[in-house]
DNA sequence: CGGGGGTTTGACGAACGTCAATCGGGGTGG
DNA sequence: CCACCCCGATTGACGTTCGTCAAACCCCCG
């Protein structure tokens, strides 16, 4: 828990949180009510916050309303692979299953504001025209897309393209929630989370990172990133636009 | 289409379909009729033949009753990935959204026999409690659990790992569809295959596999393989039993 | 007997990892 | 205000894993 926040803090992230649940459309009134009630009491946690363990059950959804998570799996040995990026709008915590069980875990990024969200795992299984269970189907099926993505970068790209490729989709999500300005986004966590998602060491993610800086393509003031010629970016990582993002 | 099966084929493959959505419970007497319809119209389809491509529109399930086929992307410039494996018993060609496009192209490795099966997308949207609708998530929830185990292969572990990693996979998934016998099965394709799905060039696949053999890790009749020493395996690969499988 | 696809082999090179040292900036205690 | 410290970024030297290329081999089939 941080400090207690402050209410413009609460009202924005309130709002923020309403709009991640609207993006397919109006919800129903009582929808409405339910979700500003688990809304009204946002969670605080600190970066480095194991938000759900390997061995949890997968039975409460959560919104990320401020903040970076992971989604992470451990070998015994120590070496770490990040599969999958949790950012602010999404749902995390919930599966179709009753009986899920996560077989990872996810881990705050940076501190992290977030809400109990019920609704979303009830919403799996009501009628799929309702504008709250496309939301939640959306979310899912983001996730897995990215999946998808993650295989093709580490299975068949080099270094220099895997990078390209997941500030790319980095820019194409926070873009899709309003968090990009002018190319720019803020990547708040060190060369150490980049090269565990990439499957890559840190030293050869600090000289992939380099090369970008020096041909052009991006500009960093860390934790700032700016993307500097998104369809040259794009042709050099073979990244296709998700239409799930839409 | 393949010459017309004998009908003691259909029959096999009609029970081994009834199975596959039977393995959370047995099946309210309108569903068993409607899946029985189904499955009394296999289709079968040659080696190679694409089955979903990329864009087509994921509202028609199938059920895969016998062969293997593989769902990949192919980048612009040949590269190929395959990110999962379909095997027989598994469903494909759905997602939870109705408007869900195919981001991958499915493709069979082998000749394979399929049913259309819109139940499983119907069940998506039902009561939680049935046992159809949990067969159903649990097809989709098995997939999501086998592309995070592929990221971990491809970004954290060594080729070595890697293939002994995916063989275990193989040998559970086929296991629970009574499809090893003493640790031996089928892998009916190419190491191309085997390589596109690990991240690898072929030769150097090759020469992993080889090497399980020299160690006595595994034996090959190929297209058979039999792993020697499960637990021995798992400890190498840093495997972990999925129990999505039970 | 010839041909073709898949497997195997060898030689070589490139991409990436490892180790260890250095740098740089923000925070902290004196 | 300054010295110190610590963490993360950076650099260099070197090693290893894995990719590439090209040839040979093997087996099945026509």
Avoid at 85 to 101: N, S, T, V
Avoid at 131 to 148: P, Y
Avoid at 193 to 221: F, K, P, Y
């Amino acid at each position: 828990m941080r400090a207690a926040p402050h209410p413009t803090d609460l009202n924005r992230l309130r709002d923020f949180g309403l709009r991640s649940l609207t993006r397919c459309g109006v919800l129903e009134a009582d929808e409405e009510r339910t979700a500003r009630a688990a809304l009204a009491e946002a969670h605080f946690q600190p970066a480095d916050h194991e938000l759900i363990a390997e061995g949890d059950p997968l039975n409460r959804p959560f919104l990320l309303l401020e903040g970076w998570a992971v989604r992470q799996r451990v070998l015994s040995d120590g070496r770490r692979q990040i599969f999958s990026f949790i950012l602010p709008g999404d749902g995390f915590g919930f599966c179709p299953r009753q009986d899920g069980i996560s077989l990872s875990s996810t881990v705050a990024l940076t501190p992290v504001a977030t809400a109990r969200m019920p609704l979303l795992s009830d919403a799996l299984h009501r009628k799929p025209s309702s504008a709250l269970t496309r939301a939640a189907w959306n979310m899912l099926s983001l996730e897995e897309s990215c999946l998808v993505n993650e295989t093709v970068r580490l299975g068949r790209q080099s270094a220099y393209e895997r990078l390209i490729h997941l500030l790319l989709e980095f820019h194409d999500r926070l873009d899709a929630v309003g968090l990009v300005q002018d190319g720019a986004f803020t990547m708040p966590f060190t060369q150490e989370v980049l090269s565990d998602a990439l499957g890559l060491s840190t030293v050869h993610t600090n000289r992939t990172l380099q090369q970008l800086r020096r041909e052009r393509l991006i500009e960093t003031h860390m934790p700032v990133v700016q993307l500097l010629d998104l369809n040259l970016l794009a042709e050099i990582a073979d990244y296709r636009r998700s239409p799930r993002l839409a």
